[in-house]
């Protein structure tokens, strides 16, 4: 469950963010320069994070959220790590938002028309196997296309609803999605990333430092993204609500 980050206090949210342990950095050795700026310390060698700053920049970053929902402008949920594949599939299909949670595909942002129609193509066979139109081939031929079928759905069915570049990607841990994120970077799709001291920030429009590798600090920060692009949509259309409501007046 989201809370409204402005609803809240900041110290409020600092705390519940450390009660979810989202301090916790990684050791000493490990930390990457650029994160210097949002870390607090060390305690018995590990790095312990600034939630203070942790927390501002959650804030700019549900703002830019909230302004795409707002644009009609979708993200994409990626997690891939076993610490994150789950938790951000379940937050995308509760928010329904495109997602990534198993292996992102090389060229998903760089070759999107290709992309595109492989999607294309797993909707164009499920549409088929729905109306029965499958059944003029042989049995042999039904066992390849379910076999192409099963691949697609794989890699491609979370991005079905994925018509054109999204806004921005969410990323948990860049350095595990590196690839991701030099893609979106090289098309200019901005990223908004959970990092934690490891990872490497420089070009991240979106930088939130904190733990990225525990269920309930991944859950929380990926939960809040997704609900103020939500609130953005929200907004929007009822914004269009009103518009046609005054027109429909001045008609009248």
């Known amino acids: 469950m989201s809370i409204d980050i402005k609803e ?45 700053k942790t927390a501002d920049s959650l804030a700019e970053a549900c703002e830019f959220a909230k302004s795409l929902g707002l644009a009609k402008k979708t993200i ?29 595909i090389g060229g998903t ?5 290709q992309i595109r129609s492989r999607i294309d193509r797993l ?43 999204p806004g921005a990607i969410f990323v948990v841990d860049p350095k595990k999605e590196a690839i991701a994120v030099a893609e979106a970077i090289k098309v200019k799709v901005p990223v908004i990333a959970l990092a934690n001291s490891d990872c490497n920030i420089e070009n991240i429009a979106y930088p939130i430092v904190a733990n990225d590798a525990q ?18 949509l929200r907004e929007g259309a009822q914004k269009e609500t009103e518009k046609v409501a005054e027109a429909s007046r001045v008609v009248a």
């Open 215 to 232: 269920l309930k600090v991944i859950d929380f920060f990926a939960r809040e993204i997704a609900q103020a692009h939500k609130d953005g």
């Open 8 to 52: 809240i206090s900041k110290e409020d949210l600092v705390k519940k963010m450390f009660d979810l342990g989202a301090h916790f950095g990684y050791a000493r050795e490990s930390r990457h320069a650029s994160t210097k700026p949002f870390l607090f310390g060390l305690k018995n060698k590990t790095v312990i994070i600034d939630l203070e």
């Open 76 to 104: 994409i949920l990626v997690g891939t790590k076993k610490e994150a594949s789950n938790v951000i599939k379940n937050i995308a299909v509760e928010y329904d938002l495109p997602y990534v949670g198993e292996r992102w």
């Open 123 to 165: 909707v164009d066979l499920k549409d088929q196997e729905t109306k029965g139109e499958l059944s003029k081939y042989t049995k042999k031929e039904r066992g390849v296309i379910a076999k192409e079928v099963k691949d697609l759905e794989r890699y491609f069915e979370s991005l079905v609803t994925l018509n054109k570049l």
């Open 109 to 113: 942002m760089t070759n999107f028309k």
